[in-house]
């Protein structure tokens, strides 16, 4: 069964096997075998592959796992299979203005129903004290705008949405 | 010694910063005071107060920044002295007033020289009329209607910032003269939000510089000392990440004339108090850039290199005192170095980052210090500054202390919330801060540095999150190793 971890905006695909000493990851470029995971509580664990062990630390947040070794912090995002299908496809005729980070809106310089150009200033917002504008990422027209002024969003969350005029 | 004639001292202040001073204020056994929003309720510095007064505000930010609401808190606290800690009103002249209006001693310069040196632009008039090295400049408010004509006379590269601002928020950069009005205009929306102020200036922008400042401390008998310099050009987007001191840029002369010129400079603003002059250092000159009138963040690279408590100080001078040394019994010993941690994403443009903190673990042992203003379980938001904590190191050599700096980097667990950890242990093994050479647009310079480990191998990753979920680990149980192997041959 092919299952895959989102790191960093990339897939990673791979599959899990019982094998004899432990586990085999199979990843699209190489095998890895056997693996032996031993927690130890407390978000702690010793993570073995073919006989080297490394201490690691981790955090299981839902989908999300937050794997430490060695000095190096990943977020794993699991991507269940039959999910990921679902939710392609349905932003089709839309154009987002997403948040490239967490912050908050100082300003909006548009209006529902404007049409804009590629490059137009939607909205000014702020994030730990700096300014940014965001900017259309091409012509259309504002469909919503999708927090008021003074509200706080999260990354990756819609700011603006645009439709494709004449559509 | 006499007694200090303070019982409870209100920090005007939170986080990191709030939990250092309250170390301080335990060991020399006073009372200890907070005010803080609800955004903090559960912060290290809010259970460890004696007494925490709630405040509120539109924003968080703005609950920091209420005066009134603040100086209500300090008489409920029934607080004698209040001390403002770095950033919100720390460089306030009108709430330092205020504070000592109300009866309660300001821990901190007198008002008038936070007017005069916590303005940059007087400071900076002041400076140059007092005979010390300055960079060309146009001032707004010398005549705001030729403003744009003086600044495009100034040249480029140039730097707008606002008047009253400090830490790089609101500074930018115009190295053509075509986007000077815009960087003007956002820099004064931004002026005009974090300060309260709208003036500008500009001054010409040198390339590749240091950054080297020089801590200062005055009491109110006229003493003025320095404790040697902090060297802080690791910088991104002018925010300073790692600094260290001594400065491996300095030469021993070039270092006694930087330190004296400081020295001399708060002498003649007769400062009181803990301070700091930065230097802008490039191409062997120095030039006066801005002075702070309050403790820095990095303050604790002095401390670890001089042992001297430098909020002892400060409350000390506050109280009436002398200082108890002069300066040739201030000495400077081994390196120590300040690595800053951020809730950041250095990968993605150092974009703010958000999150639980699910696991926290710091690095310990000899000559490592850890000043930290959040708790395991704590959520990160945007609320405030992203700075959560600083690892300070202290050793007998500059390679020593950048080696274990790296190692205590590498120790450090912080999993729930992204932060600039792996980027800071990345620069700590940079060739160029290795052999002292970083500039501060080094990083800039060298995107890749932020950008992180090319193609690095993530199966150790992979696997160990493999193993941890249930929907990948149950199916794969679910089949033992026999059937594994012959259900591929079936196939």
């Known amino acids: ?167 | 010694m006499r007694e200090l004639p303070f019982h409870t001292i209100l920090i005007a202040n939170r986080g990191e910063i709030a939990v250092r001073i309250i170390k301080t204020l335990r060991r020399l056994g006073l009372r200890s005071a907070i005010v803080y929003h609800e955004a903090d309720a559960g912060t290290p510095a809010v259970s460890m107060a004696d007494t925490a007064i709630a405040i509120s505000g539109r924003t968080p930010i703005a609950a920091y920044l209420d005066i009134a609401q603040i100086i209500a808190a300090a008489h409920k606290a029934s607080a004698d002295a209040l001390h403002p800690g770095y950033g919100f009103l720390s460089e306030n002249a009108e709430f330092a007033r205020a504070v000592i209006k109300a009866g309660i001693a300001f821990i901190g310069p007198a008002p008038e020289s936070i007017e005069l040196m916590g303005d940059k632009i007087r400071a900076r008039n002041f400076v140059q009329r007092n005979g010390f090295p300055v960079a060309p400049s146009a001032i707004e408010e010398d005549d705001p209607a030729t403003f744009t004509f003086r600044a495009r006379a100034v040249g480029v590269p140039l730097l707008v910032k606002p008047s009253a601002g400090g830490g790089g928020k609101g500074m930018r950069v115009v190295r053509d003269l075509a986007t000077l009005e815009d960087a003007i205009a956002q820099a004064r929306s931004e002026g005009q939000r974090y300060f309260g102020d709208g003036r500008l200036y500009v001054e010409r922008y040198v390339e590749n510089p240091r950054h080297i400042e020089v801590q200062v401390l005055g009491d109110s008998f006229g003493n003025v000392v320095h404790l040697f310099e902090r060297e802080c050009s690791v910088q991104r987007r002018f925010q300073k990440i790692i600094e260290e001191s001594p400065s491996p840029a300095l030469s021993p002369e070039l270092r006694k004339r930087v330190c004296e010129t400081a020295a001399s400079i708060a002498r003649a603003a007769k400062y009181r108090n803990a301070g700091t002059v930065e230097f802008i250092f490039g191409g062997g000159e120095f030039y006066f850039l801005e002075m702070n009138t309050r403790l820095q963040v990095e303050h604790t690279v002095t401390e670890m290199i001089t042992g001297i408590d430098l909020v002892a100080q400060q409350i000390y001078v506050a109280a009436g005192r002398e200082l108890g040394f002069s300066q040739s019994d201030i000495v400077s010993r081994g390196h120590a170095i300040e690595a800053r941690l951020y809730a950041e994403a250095p990968e993605r443009g150092y974009v703010p980052t958000t999150g639980k903190v699910l696991v926290l673990e710091y690095p310990d042992g000899d000559g490592v210090r850890i000043d930290s203003g959040i708790l395991q379980g704590q959520q990160i938001t945007t609320a405030f500054d992203p700075m959560l904590a600083k690892i300070i190191v202290h050793s007998p050599t500059r390679i020593e202390a950048a080696l274990k700096a790296h190692r205590a980097m590498r120790e450090l667990v912080l999993l729930g919330c992204e932060t600039n950890a792996s980027f800071l242990t990345r620069i700590l093994r940079e060739e160029a801060f290795l052999s002292g050479h970083i500039h501060t647009g080094y990083l800039e310079e060298n995107p890749h540095i932020a950008s992180g480990e090319p193609a690095s191998d993530l199966s150790g990753f992979l696997a160990t999150a493999a193993l941890l979920t249930r929907p990948v680990r149950e199916p794969a149980d679910a089949v033992p190793e026999l059937h594994a192997a012959m259900g591929s041959w079936r196939n």
């Not at chain 1, 031993?38 to 592959?49: E, F, K, M, P, W």
């Not at chain 1, 932003?91 to 404007?114: C, D, F, K, N, Y």
């Open chain 1, 1 to 167: 069964m092919k299952h895959s971890f989102e790191v960093d905006g990339v897939d990673y695909q791979f599959s899990l096997s019982r094998c004899q000493q432990g586990y085999r990851l199979r990843l699209s470029n190489k095998v890895i075998a056997p693996v032996v995971f031993s927690q130890q509580g407390d978000g702690r664990g010793v993570l073995t592959i073919a006989g080297e062990s490394e201490p690691v630390r981790f955090a299981i947040d839902g989908e999300i796992i937050h794997v430490h070794i060695r000095g190096r912090t990943r977020i794993l995002h699991y991507r269940d299979p039959l999910r990921t299908l679902a939710c392609a496809n349905n932003e089709a005729h839309h154009l987002l203005a997403r948040a490239p980070m967490p912050g908050l809106v100082v300003t909006i310089s548009v209006s529902p129903g404007q049409p804009v150009s590629a490059g137009t200033a939607l909205m000014t917002i702020e994030s730990m004290k700096l300014e940014t504008i965001i900017r259309s990422p091409r012509d259309g027209v504002i469909d919503r705008i999708h927090f008021n002024e003074g509200e706080s969003f999260e990354r990756g969350a819609v700011l603006v949405t645009l439709s494709e005029e004449g559509r």
